[in-house]
């Protein structure tokens, strides 16, 4: 069955860095644009990065432009999201879906900026 297995989140200062991986199967993952997504509490879940199925296009959020990067790599079945230079605001439950047409959520993973 379809599913996304999130990891890499963790505790770090304001300014630091994290890079979090989401691990795909169940379905051809090459074929898909794949996307990361972020919720904070109390708030809706939204879309922070979207990379192309082939990895040459990526787009993001305004608010993460320039301090994260979205990769992946399809002969791991895995999308990455590299995130520099933190901000408490950043504090969040990362997943990560296909883009567009997506699946059941996996459990996500839980990053905590604070100093």
């Known amino acids: 069955q379809v599913q996304l297995v999130e990891s890499g989140g963790g505790l770090v200062q304001p300014g630091g860095s994290l890079r979090l991986s989401c691990a795909a199967s169940?379905?051809?993952?090459?074929?898909?644009?794949m996307s990361w997504y972020r919720q904070a509490p109390g708030k809706e879940r939204e879309l922070v990065a979207v990379?192309?199925?082939?990895?040459?296009?990526?787009n993001y959020a305004d608010f993460v432009k320039g301090r994260f990067t979205i990769s992946r790599d399809n002969a791991k079945n895995t999308v990455y999201l590299q995130m520099n230079s933190l901000k408490p605001e950043d504090t969040a439950m990362y997943y990560c879906?296909?883009?567009?047409?997506?699946?059941?959520w996996g459990q996500g993973t839980q990053v905590t900026v604070s100093s």
């Open positions: 990379i192309g199925s082939t990895g040459s296009n990526t």
């Open positions: 169940g379905f051809t993952f090459s074929m898909y644009a």
């Open positions: 879906n296909r883009y567009g047409s997506r699946v059941s």
